[in-house]
């Protein structure tokens, strides 16, 4: 519980970390509670789970393995496939479970997801069938960080794809710090007969908001103005979905703020997308409430976690697209940098200043912003580590 954030921004924390935190604690409540993971547990850095529960294993165990045990409840199989269906099983007796994996990963069960998307489709259709707790899926080891996989390992598809689905049964959910991830874990273990898809990086990240703030976010729509980062009477509208896209976006704010001090900028941050609009299958951003944060005329710059299009189909069905300009995944990369993998893509806190500085008719800025880009890609390739690092 994150009672009061003195410096939004200030304090690096791990989401996946939290995460970790959270499930083993439902592991101490509830001894019904199955984690699945495609061997991957400790590398998404969830490794708190071993704290109070082993890994299910029925052969031989060696002095270096892990906890594990035949009645363990962390089951890992290097089958997404298998893992899905063995998860769906579990479902199926009413007991809560959750999966991870990396990101690009979950493409390979994207079929059994849109086929339980079916099936709740159908029990909702019959009134005598109990609900299922919701298939929750946690994605990690995301696109915009790719150190040691590189392009294999980059790809936020199935966001787009469940954004595409138009059931009311999908949700996709971008928690920014770690108070959004403890309202985030609160909403996908109360949620049933849907689909959560989580994404968030397992690498050190800015705490933003408090623990009321992002409990307000699932409440209202799934997006609030960031009082801390907005002024009054705005000339553009910045906005984000991701942790790392939030993060980049704020950043950039920051340095045009630097030498634009007179400029005005409102951040709004998105926290949930569902088929259509912000927010979730249940709670989502109306009409009035956009035009009050977003405005009815001014422009927008967006940055996104996955696909730019795909954000900016669902902000086009509450604004003009002429409005808008959206920044996201661009399938650019490789095994490289951070900062490097952003700009690849156009979406780095440089680009993206240089984007804000373009619109307030600062053409100098954005020269100067963009060459930032240039030495750091000269830098970045000579020795391998980013000439200014992402915080």
Not at 50 to 78: H, Q
Not at 86 to 111: D, R
Request: hydrophobic share 40%; charged share 25%; aromatic share 10%.
């Amino acid at each position: 519980m994150i009672d009061r954030v003195e410096n939004p921004g200030q304090i690096l924390i791990n989401n996946a970390k939290t995460f970790g935190r959270l499930i083993r604690e439902r592991f101490e409540k509830d001894p019904r509670f199955y984690l699945f993971s495609p061997d991957e547990t400790t590398s998404n850095r969830l490794t708190e789970v071993y704290d109070v529960e082993k890994r299910a294993w029925n052969l031989g165990i060696e002095s270096f393995d892990l906890p594990e045990s035949e009645s363990g409840r962390i089951v890992e199989l290097l089958s997404e496939n298998a893992l899905f269906a063995a998860m769906v099983g579990h479902l199926s007796n009413g007991e809560q479970a959750m999966m991870t994996s990396y990101e690009a990963f979950f493409s390979i069960v994207l079929p059994q997801i849109l086929q339980q998307i079916k099936f709740y489709k159908q029990m909702n259709a019959v009134s005598w069938r109990r609900p299922w707790p919701a298939t929750n899926l946690l994605s990690t080891s995301m696109c915009w960080r790719q150190d040691h996989n590189g392009f294999s390992h980059q790809s936020p598809a199935v966001i787009s794809a469940l954004l595409d689905v138009p059931s009311g049964l999908t949700n996709c959910l971008f928690p920014v710090d770690d108070s959004a991830i403890e309202a985030t874990f609160d909403f996908m273990l109360k949620s049933a007969n849907v689909v959560n898809f989580t994404t968030f990086d397992k690498n050190d990240t800015p705490r933003w908001i408090d623990s009321n703030h992002a409990r307000f976010l699932f409440d209202n729509g799934g997006a609030s103005i960031y009082q801390f980062a907005s002024d009054p009477d705005p000339e553009i509208i910045l906005t984000a979905a991701g942790d790392v896209a939030t993060r980049e976006m704020l950043r950039a704010r920051e340095i045009i703020k630097r030498d634009l001090p007179e400029c005005r900028l409102r951040f709004v941050g998105i926290n949930s997308l569902t088929y259509g609009a912000i927010g979730t299958a249940d709670r989502k951003l109306s009409q009035a409430t956009f035009s009050d944060y977003f405005t009815d005329s001014l422009p927008v710059l967006a940055s996104f976690h996955g696909y730019p299009e795909t954000l900016k189909t669902i902000l086009g069905n509450y604004a003009d697209r002429n409005r808008l300009e959206v920044r996201g995944f661009l399938e650019e990369g490789t095994t490289t940098t951070p900062l490097e993998m952003l700009a690849l893509n156009h979406n780095s806190r440089f680009d993206l200043a240089a984007t804000i500085a373009r619109k307030l008719n600062r053409p100098d800025l954005a020269e100067k912003y963009l060459k930032v880009l240039d030495d750091n890609r000269t830098h970045a390739h000579s020795f391998g580590v980013d000439k200014i690092e992402l915080n």
